[in-house]
């Protein structure tokens, strides 16, 4: 049984920063694709970062309106998925969810929600202007 289990969230002034964790349990492999996602109400789940933790170089995603502001990183010790947002704006306020899929990032739309089994249960975050 795999479970995400994910902190960090909460609020933050325009210009803060943040940390979300997200813990792997649950064995899936030494080299998976995971992704965050972040959803507000009444739209998509928007898939935002994603990377394969085997290693083997920087092989991370990110959508442009995040690319220089957030990063994602694995700790393969911690089996530990984080997100450090930087920069926030009040457009970023959302609920964050990490997601796991234990295929190559490669071989899949990674910003595609349907393309992960596995969810974390969200971590809010909300930037004040």
């Known amino acids: 049984q795999v479970q995400l289990v994910e902190s960090g969230g909460g609020s933050v002034q325009a210009g803060g920063s943040l940390r979300l964790s997200c813990v792997r349990r649950g064995h899936m492999g030494s080299g998976i694709c995971m992704g965050w996602f972040r959803q507000v109400p009444g739209k998509e789940r928007e898939g935002i970062a994603a990377m394969w933790t085997g290693g083997g170089g920087d092989q991370s995603y990110y959508i442009d309106s995040v690319k220089d502001r957030f990063t994602i990183s694995h700790d393969s010790v911690k089996n530990t998925l984080y997100l450090q947002l930087n920069r926030l704006k009040s457009e970023d306020t959302a609920m964050y969810y990490c997601?796991?899929?234990?295929?190559?990032?490669?071989?899949?739309?990674?910003?595609?929600?349907?393309?992960?089994?596995?969810w974390g249960q969200g971590a809010q975050v909300t930037v004040s202007s």
């Open positions: 997601a796991a899929d234990p295929r190559p990032c490669w071989v899949q739309q990674v910003f595609s929600s349907s393309e992960y089994p596995y």
